[in-house]
């Protein structure tokens, strides 16, 4: 058996938000002082000028009162502000201010909103809680992906997998390979020399994800479990492959946590990156793509 042809099948496989009213000065009336009539006789036209003391007396007594009332009246008007306030306007009445909103209601209504609490960390066991989630969410998945070989070779195609144990790898030309596996075995064909290796499923990496419920703490050895801004990453081990022991990146992405990337390190130490998209796990695949000609 090649090598190169098992580090291919090896990457292949390792899947699956108040009012205040106004102060109105009341203007005073003006008195109308009363001048007293003086009686006219011969006495007082002969002698205007010289009145006698009681009747100047009266004459002050009764012009005083309404100097009075006169400088009461400029002292209201020039001071609006001592000016006793007018009754505010019955309850009703067309022109009457609405009352201001009290204390309470103003609070309220502008009170600012409460602020949303920060998502919470994403755990170890809910990362892998995820992991298995979007694995047993559907027993069927088609995606377009792009594989990097250990010797930087680049080649994509289309992948089609329907568990238990059936998977298709349709690489686009140039790339001659193509891989499926029907449930028992694993043939990697190429096509422009025409030949084809079988392998055993259990033979290759990540064997667990072709299984009808998959459950990562149990199918396999959990290495590390990184999170961060750019994804999720969990280390696998399996030591049942062919030729020793693999190790296995599943990448997911940190917010739909569907699966982005898985990277395969094989017993030889080279490593392959498969990077998937356009991810469907609603459509089912033709039966016949699983075939494999013995």
Known sequence: MKYVHFAALLAALSIAVPAAAANVARAARPTQGSVPAVAENKAAEAKPAEASPVEANSRSAEVKP???????AKALTAKPGEAKPADPPPAGKKGAKPSAQGPASAAATIAPAPAPEPEKPLTRAEAIKRANAFFNASPVMTADFVQIGGDGKRSEGRLHVQRAGRVRFEYAQPATMEVVADGAQVAVRDRKLNTQDLYFITQT??????????DLEKDVTLEDVKIDDSGVTIALEDKATFGGTSHVRLIFDPKTFKLKQWQVKDPQGYETLISVFNIDQAKVPDPTLFKINK
């Open 205 to 214: 990496p990540l064997k667990f994800l072709m299984k009808d419920k998959i």
């Open 66 to 72: 309404a100097e009075e009332k006169s400088s009461d």
